[in-house]
């Protein structure tokens, strides 16, 4: 019995020691956020889709810093104008410690952040207002760890385009969903050589 009890805390320890491993200066982050999609059921219905791949790479512990793509496209009902959003541009994201400024992780494997983006981006309406210039977003997440390299995520962000075109600022809030795999250096080294 004493062996199992020792077995289970060591588990334990080597997890959420495993857990800081991937967030750690040096490893890389590639993942992707389904930003929101829904799609009519009723005859006549629209539907909306947006993808946001991303990579950043962590210059020190709990700091990520790297690009985003973000492509979106709906429609409210089947009769009415497409509406595509785009952008590229710089991310950066800062994970909370356990314990930093009272903060505690909801569950044991994962952990909260906050992420914030800066491109060039925009909108446009099939026939209709348009706004291309700066693409902004800021929000906070969680990141649950379903293996010891594989993030299950939850993002709401402030999102929102400003600049030139017919509309001069468009901004809404998002509810993210996605994914993020956490790479050691070494990792992504032997990836690319694989790949050769």
Known sequence: MKKLILSGILAVAGLTTTMNAQIQEGNWMVGSSLVSSNFGLNTGGGYSIALQPKGAYFIKDNVAVGGYVNLGISKVTNGS???FTYGV??????FLSPGEKGVDNLLNHGRWFFE???GVGGRSVEGGNSTTGLDFGVGPGYSYFITPNIGLEGLVKYQGQ???????LNSNITFNVG?????????GKQIINDAK
């Open 81 to 83: 104008p497409t509406d």
């Open 89 to 94: 541009g710089a991310l950066g994201r800062y």
């Open 116 to 118: 914030g983006n800066l």
């Open 162 to 168: 400003s600049g030139f075109g017919s509309e001069g």
């Open 179 to 187: 994914f993020s795999i956490y790479l050691p250096t070494s990792k």
